[in-house]
């Protein structure tokens, strides 16, 4: 099994047609269909419900690699926490890999690229059970969902690591051309203030195309920012039009987040009127 985050594991097709990873649904939907004393990863419940070999051990691998594991002394928070994981997990990889076909509308390499359709399955679930898809029984949007409105906006820059360069792409499925600009800024992970940002000159995003907007060394980039490490930092961007953002924003990680220095524990609240 590989690492998801790895952009090179990834075919270039002229369409793809099927892709995707696991997840399970919230606790809330499976709650429904349980009783306490299946709420626990490992139990038969959730060895029952799993019908891919090996599947839930699978999740559990890809989403060991980047996250820190749950580590709760409280069974039912623990088992809630493990199923957020795996859907955190699958968001991060359907976009990445949805991301890397994207970019390859525009390029081709020993005949393989210009993949001009990309389709992750699975939409919909059939029952409360782990799927690969992006809206659970009953009609509950999983994290991936949220994703994939901005990863399959009409207009959206994406970025990819390649021997210690960031190169960020422009995608447009827009049939007219685009004036644009992008704006790169860096974080600590410890502040919402921007240690740097750049903001390119005016470019042209041709219709119905992919190509390079941005290339610069991380090694350059970090040191311009006050030569703070990958592990404390991360990137965003985003597209501008006559001013104003266009599309969504972006980020890209410049280590694994189980490595990430300097975040704080969060103490959100939400309330409904």
């Known amino acids: 099994m590989t690492d998801c985050w790895n952009w090179t594991s990834y075919p270039k097709p002229r369409l793809a047609s099927e892709y995707g990873f696991q997840s399970w ?14 709420w626990s990863y490992s139990s038969n419940f959730s060895g029952h419900r799993q019908h891919h070999d090996s599947g839930n051990e699978q999740m559990m691998f890809q989403a060991s690699l980047h996250y820190k594991m749950p580590m709760n002394m409280d ?34 390499v020993n005949g393989e690229g210009l993949t001009m359709g990309a389709l992750y399955w699975q ?6 059970a782990p799927s690969w898809s992006s809206i659970e029984y009953g009609g509950k949007w999983k994290m991936l969902h949220y994703y994939a409105k901005d990863f399959f906006a009409p ?3 994406s970025a990819v690591e390649d021997n210690n ?30 240690v740097c940002e750049r903001v390119t000159d005016e470019f042209v995003l041709d219709a119905s195309s992919s190509r390079v907007i941005y290339k610069e ?42 490595d990430a220095q ?5 103490n959100i609240t939400v309330s409904t009127t």
């Open 75 to 108: 069974p039912l928070k623990q088992y809630y926490d493990t199923l957020y994981l795996t859907q955190v997990m699958q968001a991060q990889c359907v976009k990445l890999q949805t991301e890397f076909y994207r970019r390859s509308r525009g390029e081709i």
């Open 25 to 38: 649904p919230s606790f809330s939907t499976i709650r429904k269909v349980s009783a306490p004393e299946h």
């Open 155 to 157: 207009v959206a820059a």
């Open 165 to 194: 360069t960031l190169t960020i792409y422009g995608v447009s499925d827009l049939l007219t051309d685009c004036s644009l600009k992008l704006t790169i800024k860096v974080y600590r992970w410890d502040s919402l203030v921007p």
């Open 123 to 128: 939409l919909n679930d059939i029952w409360q």
């Open 262 to 266: 300097g975040l704080i524990k969060s």
């Open 217 to 258: 060394s991380v090694t350059e980039l970090l040191n311009r920012c006050g030569n703070i490490s990958r592990q404390h930092s991360v990137v965003v961007f985003y597209l501008l039009h006559n001013g104003n953002l266009f599309g969504s924003k972006n980020w890209h990680y410049l280590s694994s987040l189980k």
